[in-house]
Nanobody
Framework: QVQLVESGGGLVQAGGSLRLSCAAA????????MGWFRQAPGKEREFVAT????????IYGDSVKGRFTISRDNAENTVFLQMNSLKVEDTAVYYC???????????????WGQGTQVTVSS
C-alpha cells in the first residue's frame, strides 16, 4: 500500500519552470519504481518520466527529453519533477504513480496520486 499526493502545479508562462513534488506514505517507498504521467483533455494518459528504486536510472518520454528532470529522495519518501522550458502543449493534469517493476505503461502502475494541474500560457 502506497499513498501518493502531488503538489506544485500552477499557472506559468511558456518558457518558465515548475517543480512538482509527490509525497508518498508507505513503509517500503524505496522498493518502488516511480513515474510521472500527464493527461490533457481529450488525450490519452501520456508517459512523462520514470525513475528506478535507487534514483540512478531514469527514462523520459520523447516530448520532455532535455526539458524535464525526475528525481527522488528516498529518505523523505518524495519524488520530484523539475519542468523547464515549458510549452503550451505541456498543459495537463500531472500524476505521480508507483509500481514494483519497471514499466512505462500507465495501466501497469499500481498506485496513483490525485493529480496536480499544470497550465502553461502563451
Amino acid at each position: 500500500q502506497v499513498q501518493l499526493v502531488e503538489s506544485g502545479g500552477g499557472l506559468v508562462q511558456a518558457g518558465g519552470s515548475l517543480r512538482l513534488s509527490c509525497a508518498a506514505a508507505g513503509r517500503t517507498f524505496s522498493s518502488y519504481v516511480m513515474g510521472w504521467f500527464r493527461q490533457a483533455p481529450g488525450k490519452e494518459r501520456e508517459f512523462v518520466a520514470t525513475i528506478g528504486r535507487s534514483g540512478i536510472s531514469t527514462i523520459y518520454g520523447d516530448s520532455v527529453k532535455g526539458r524535464f528532470t525526475i528525481s527522488r529522495d528516498n529518505a523523505e519518501n518524495t519524488v520530484f519533477l523539475q519542468m523547464n522550458s515549458l510549452k503550451v502543449e505541456d498543459t495537463a493534469v500531472y500524476y505521480c504513480a508507483a509500481v514494483k517493476a519497471w514499466t512505462m505503461r500507465a495501466d501497469a502502475y499500481e498506485y496513483w496520486g490525485q493529480g496536480t494541474q499544470v497550465t502553461v500560457s502563451s
